[in-house]
């Protein structure tokens, strides 16, 4: 069996250190809040207050403004938080009331009587210190957080953003591949909580740029050679580029400020969105998504790995693993490996694995089986996750694993076949022998409960057949095989053929039966 990697919790204390600034009697010291020590297990990275790379590249956003106003344009999205106890940055994502900061910021049970985020707090220009009228935006509530990537989705007041207050800033989209090591970004934030900052060169005048990307067994998160401070906890990291946020800065890792890319994040946040990426992002290619219903076998779910090393292609090597672990409600039935492997799964399938023999390439598309729970939610299932990792346990790659899970109610009806009844003969003024029965299936070809089905006789020959009773339109709903069974047809006084429709969801299903002459006893 292989060895599963291994997670190392960290210090409360360790996560506490990183912080905007807190208000204290004694003046401005360091801080993040002691309302954090009911969160989730925290993420094995130690983290210290962001740090200055060698010597201080931090410029003033309006020094900025002439040389790159690209980069002006972006930084305007950003606001600095007040909590009521300590201060960060905060950015608008998309063009509606919502903003991302660290969840280390805003604290386990914020003050929202407090909270406020200023938009436009910088300095009037490049050669002036004195401030602009800055735009206060009360928070209005917590959307979401979560302690693994230290984000907190919160919205801003609704009647603020109605009014175009904030319509001059902009707003920032999204980024969510993995990046590179060597991608040039750069880092808007509230350093000390001071007027805004923008960290967009290294000390050798270089864009500062992306050293080292990660995954700690629970999120990715990438490094940077930009510049910030105690304040900066909560700013965009944005691609050079794109001009779009990769990242979500939370403090000074290893020599290196570090962020939890936008990769592990937009999945916690995507339904916020209504699952779409918010305007202005980059838009990446996304792997099909599977669909399932609940307590469905045999969903194959298409997984690939990412490289995260910024080395390419993704080349095996003996011993080494590509590891998954299945979305909430499902378990792994079934793993498909390249030639060659071999193939591990848990006997609770909630990992699973395949082992390379001997070197490979990994960038051909794997694929997992999964078993989805009963009481599996409707919608989107996600966190999953596939890593490579090396024969040391060290990752060296990784993708999500997501799938849509449907309702075991009506759904939708992907097909309508015919299923009993069809081709059959009557006498005139008799009933047809057998009634009318359509299937209904759904984009998985399962049988969908529930659903409606309308029968409806096209009768251009004349034949006078009719349903039996006062409605000649009838409306059926389909059992737990799928099947709508209609009422008992019967035959008019002419002879000739005649044809019965079945409709669902606009899909049809058509029935042919004839009328004909009674035979005569003998």
């Given at each position: 069996m ?16 990183v ?18 020590a ?25 020094c ?18 007040y909590?009521?106890?300590?201060y ?19 604290g ?45 989705l919160?919205?801003?007041d ?88 990769i ?18 994040i937009?999945p ?48 095996g ?11 909430t ?36 598309a794997?694929s ?13 299932i996600?966190?999953?996750r596939?890593?490579?990792l090396?024969d ?28 009993a009844?069809?081709?059959?003969v ?14 209904a ?8 409960v ?6 409806a ?18 409306i ?8 709508a069974t ?32 009674a035979?005569?006893r003998?």
């Amino acid at each position: 069996m292989p060895t599963q990697p291994e997670k190392t919790p960290v210090s409360l204390a360790m996560r506490s250190a990183v912080c905007g600034l807190m208000l204290a009697s004694v003046g401005l010291v360091l801080g993040a809040g002691a309302a954090v020590a009911s969160m989730q297990p925290l993420p094995p990275t130690p983290i210290t207050p962001g740090q200055i790379i060698g010597e201080s590249q931090l410029e003033k956003a309006r020094c900025v403004q002439a040389s790159d106003p690209a980069k002006y344009q972006r930084s305007r999205a950003v606001g600095r938080i007040y909590t009521g106890h300590s201060y960060g940055t905060a950015w608008r994502v998309g063009p509606g009331n919502l903003v991302l900061t660290n969840l280390h910021v805003v604290g386990e049970n914020p003050d929202l009587t407090r909270m406020v985020v200023a938009f436009d707090y910088e300095e009037s220009s490049c050669d002036s210190d004195a401030m602009r009228p800055a735009i206060r935006v009360p928070v209005e509530r917590v959307v979401a957080s979560h302690a693994w990537e230290d984000f907190a989705l919160l919205a801003l007041d609704q009647d603020v953003v109605d009014s175009g207050a904030l319509d001059s800033f902009g707003y920032l989209g999204l980024d969510t591949r993995i990046s590179k090591v060597g991608d040039p970004v750069y880092v808007v934030g509230h350093p000390k909580a001071g007027p805004k900052r923008i960290s967009r060169l290294h000390d050798d005048g270089r864009p500062c740029w992306v050293t080292e990307v990660q995954n700690n067994d629970l999120s990715d998160f990438a490094k940077y050679n930009c510049d910030t401070e105690s304040g900066s906890s909560g700013s965009p990291v944005i691609d050079a580029g794109t001009n779009t946020v990769i990242a979500l800065n939370f403090g000074f890792s290893s020599g290196y400020n570090a962020g939890a890319q936008m990769s592990s994040i937009w999945p916690r946040i995507a339904r916020y969105f209504d699952g779409r990426l918010p305007e202005g992002s980059t838009p990446v290619e996304q792997p099909t998504v599977p669909v399932a219903k609940p307590g469905a076998v045999a969903v194959q779910v298409p997984v690939r790995v990412t490289q995260v090393d910024g080395q390419a292609p993704v080349e095996g090597a003996a011993g080494e693993q590509l590891y998954y672990q299945p979305p909430t409600h499902t378990t792994v039935t079934d793993v498909s490996c390249q030639s060659g492997t071999t193939k591990w799964i848990a006997e609770d399938g909630n990992a699973a694995s395949c082992t390379l023999p001997s070197a490979a390439d990994w960038t051909t598309a794997q694929s997992v089986t999964l078993r989805v729970d009963d009481t599996a939610p409707d919608g989107q299932i996600t966190d999953g996750r596939v890593r490579l990792l090396s024969d040391t346990g060290q990752a060296r790659g990784g993708n999500n694993i997501s799938l849509n899970v449907m309702s075991r109610g009506p759904g939708e009806v992907q097909s309508l076949q015919v299923q009993a009844g069809n081709l059959q003969v009557a006498p005139v003024g008799s009933r047809f022998p057998n009634p009318l029965t359509a299937r209904a299936k759904d984009p998985l070809d399962a049988a969908v409960v529930g659903a409606d089905v309308t029968f409806a006789v096209a009768d251009d020959g004349g034949t006078g057949t009719r349903f039996d009773g006062d409605d000649q339109t009838p409306i059926v709903q389909t059992n737990a095989e799928g099947d709508a069974t209609s009422p008992t047809l019967v035959a008019g006084s002419r002879t000739g053929v005649l044809q019965v429709t079945a409709m669902s969801s606009d899909r049809t299903a058509t029935f042919f039966l004839k009328v004909g002459v009674a035979r005569e006893r003998q």
